[in-house]
Structures are given as structure tokens and as C-alpha cells.
């Protein structure tokens, strides 16, 4: 079975700090590892996706995360955080040919100026 | 190209009345989705087509619910009768393909069944 866990439901950060939203998963078979955000009122937005060229992925927006197998993890960092990023944010799985994304509950981040 | 489009973004009704809920994805695009999202349960699938033909309803819930996409560009999630527990969010995203493949979503139609 496949499964993706986001530790904590809300985060909150300061404008300029560092933004670290955790994602682990469970796969049987390979997995493709997607991160996509969401605004108020609007439809989900790909951020960035772990395709097994490279385990450190560079999205939009200066977000990044980094594929470890060993822990099971696809975290996603931004170095300073912005007004602009905040947002709900949602990791997810797939694998193989498998046609279906699995998501995780989410992470609502909220900055502070 | 404009992306998915949904249609109505906002829709309200009464209990009992039939719900049909639109969508178009991107020309090209062989996969089709629809996703609902509750606070309650998140983001889940209900059902994805490839090239027009079902291909997972798993996450249907019941019979109440049914969907088509009779061609290429159009799809359909019905509801019928409609119930206070349907109300959500319903998102449809269409993608080139399966797994690595991008999914891009629509922005979603809000469903409130009185």
C-alpha cells in the first residue's frame, strides 16, 4: 500500500526564516514524489517533482526538496520565506504507471511579517 | 492554452436535487481526474479516464455518484440525489500521461447541499 504522511498540520514562520514542511511516504514500488501548493480559493499548483534524476529537486518560487530513500522523506525547504507563501501546501505520491496521485492531508503555512 | 475548466465554480442546493458538475481539461491530455477535498478526509480520487474510458471509480462513493467523459475535451461528475455530505470542494486535473507525468488542476468547483 501507499501512503503520505505531513507532520504538522499548520506551520508558521517568520518572513525572511527558513520554511521546512515534512513529507514521508510509503511505497511498494518506486515513487515518483510531487509537491504542489495551494492558495486560498484556487485549484493545486505543481511546485516541484522528484523523478529519480536527481534527488535534491529545484521548483518554482526558490522552493527545493530532497528525495531520501533511507528515511523514506521528501521534505520541502525554502531558504527565506516571503508574505506571498503562504499557502496550503501538499506533498504526493504515485508509482510505476499507476494513473492516481495519493496526497498527504496537507500543511497550511502562515507568515508572520 | 486557458488550463482545466470547471464549471459552475459555485453551486448550491437543496437535498434530493441532482448535481452535475463540469469539466475540461487540456487539449492532448489522455488522463482525466476528479478529486473532491473536505476538511474531513483531504484530497481524494474519485475516478480518472484515460483516452474517455474509466479507468479506477474506487473512490466513488456510492452509486449516487456517476461520471462520463463522452469525448476528448468534456467530462461530467453527477450527483444524484445529492446530500449534505457531498458538500466540498470537487477539483477535475487532466496530464500527458500516468505517474511522473504533471496532473494540472482546475480551480475546483465548492459544492454546499443544503
Known amino acids: 500500500a501507499q501512503s503520505v504522511t505531513q507532520l504538522g498540520s499548520h506551520v508558521s514562520v517568520s518572513e525572511g526564516a527558513l520554511v521546512l514542511l515534512r513529507c514521508n511516504y510509503s511505497?511498494?514500488?518506486?515513487?515518483?514524489l510531487f509537491w504542489y501548493v495551494q492558495y486560498p480559493n484556487q485549484g493545486l499548483q505543481l511546485l516541484l517533482k522528484?523523478?529519480?534524476?536527481?534527488?535534491l529537486v529545484k521548483g518554482i518560487n526558490g522552493f527545493e526538496a530532497e528525495f531520501k530513500k533511507s528515511e523514506t522523506s521528501f521534505h520541502l525547504t525554502k531558504p527565506s520565506a516571503h508574505m506571498s507563501d503562504a499557502a496550503e501546501y501538499f506533498c504526493a505520491l504515485t508509482g510505476g504507471s499507476q494513473g492516481n496521485l495519493i496526497f498527504g492531508k496537507g500543511t497550511k503555512l502562515s507568515v508572520k511579517p | 492554452d486557458a488550463g482545466v475548466i470547471q464549471s459552475p465554480r459555485h453551486e448550491v442546493t437543496e437535498m434530493g436535487q441532482e448535481v452535475t458538475l463540469r469539466c475540461k481539461p487540456i487539449s492532448g491530455h489522455d488522463y482525466l481526474f476528479w478529486y473532491r477535498q473536505t476538511m474531513m478526509r483531504g484530497l481524494e480520487l474519485l475516478i480518472y479516464?484515460?483516452?474517455?474510458?474509466?479507468?479506477?471509480d474506487s473512490g466513488m462513493p456510492e452509486d449516487r455518484f456517476s461520471a462520463k467523459m463522452p469525448n476528448a475535451s468534456f467530462s461530467t461528475l453527477k450527483i444524484q440525489p445529492s446530500e449534505p455530505r457531498d458538500s466540498a470542494v470537487y477539483f477535475c486535473a487532466s496530464s500527458l500521461g500516468p505517474g511522473v507525468e504533471t496532473q494540472y488542476f482546475g480551480p475546483g468547483t465548492r459544492l454546499l447541499v443544503l
Open positions: 511505497s511498494s514500488v518506486p515513487p515518483y
Open positions: 479516464f484515460n483516452n474517455n474510458v474509466p479507468i479506477d
Open positions: 522528484y523523478t529519480s534524476a536527481a534527488t
